[in-house]
């Protein structure tokens, strides 16, 4: 299985919003509505920040938000703060019963 | 509140098993219909899904790993054990254990382990 596509880096100007996109296929993010978005900071686990394409875990704000569009899901990030510096990575359940991350997106705020 | 605590040798041989263990506290693996998975991250790089564990002992494995893993629970010790055969340099990576949703497909996974280093070297 391949890794989903996402780019390298985003970045923004605290306040801005940026979106991460995350491209996979039908077999994956187009086959079930059940992509997730994970946050990293540096020496840390990834913490969940959105599962089923646009539900946030108690304790996320609702600066984060998802969609999906086909074999394409987005992360928006809306007002960003200094503390969204961080990878981010889009995950997917698969049609064969498996499961895949994207390749990671660096996320800087200027 | 739910914890989990990854536990391994630190370095390991080619060609060796690798052992992992992670240790969950405040909830009880065996009490509850949750599955359980195991990620993977080498050092700079992104994640990569190991595999997945159901309570009923099902098995869910990366088809590029599956010839060489065991995913397995030890109720009686609040325990997931993953076993990582034939190990080359290519399997150094910060391993995370985390725990899926309450019922249904493992679709995401949460909350994670602080993970564990391993180092494959001779």
């Known amino acids: 299985q391949s890794a989903l596509t996402q780019p390298a880096s985003v970045s923004g100007s605290p306040g801005q919003s940026i979106t991460i996109s995350c491209t996979g296929s039908s077999s994956d993010v187009g086959a079930y509505d059940y992509v997730s978005w994970y946050q990293q900071h540096p020496g840390t686990a990834p913490k969940l920040l959105l599962f089923?394409?646009?539900i946030r875990p108690s304790g996320v704000p609702d600066r984060f938000s998802g969609s999906k569009s086909g074999n394409t899901a987005s992360l928006t990030i809306s007002g960003l703060q200094a503390e969204d510096e961080a990878d981010y990575y889009c995950s997917s359940y698969t049609y064969s019963s498996s499961y895949v991350f994207g390749t990671g997106t660096k996320v800087t705020v200027l | 509140q739910l914890q989990l605590q990854e536990s391994g040798p630190g370095l390991a041989k080619p060609s060796e098993t690798l052992s992992l263990t992670c240790t969950v506290s405040?909830?009880?693996?065996?009490?509850?219909?949750?599955?359980w998975g195991w990620i993977r991250q080498p050092p700079g790089k992104g994640l990569e899904w190991i595999g997945t564990?159901?309570?009923?002992?099902?098995?869910y494995y990366n088809p590029s790993l599956k010839s060489r893993l065991d995913m397995s629970l030890d109720t009686s010790k609040n325990q997931i054990s993953l076993k990582v055969s034939s190990v080359t340099a290519a399997d150094t990576a910060v391993y995370y254990c985390a725990r899926g949703p309450p019922n249904g497909d493992f679709r995401w996974f949460d909350p994670w382990g602080q993970g564990t280093l391993v180092t494959v070297s001779s």
């Open positions: 089923d394409v646009t």
């Open positions: 564990v159901y309570y009923s002992g099902s098995t």
């Open positions: 405040g909830g009880y693996i065996s009490r509850s219909t949750y599955s």
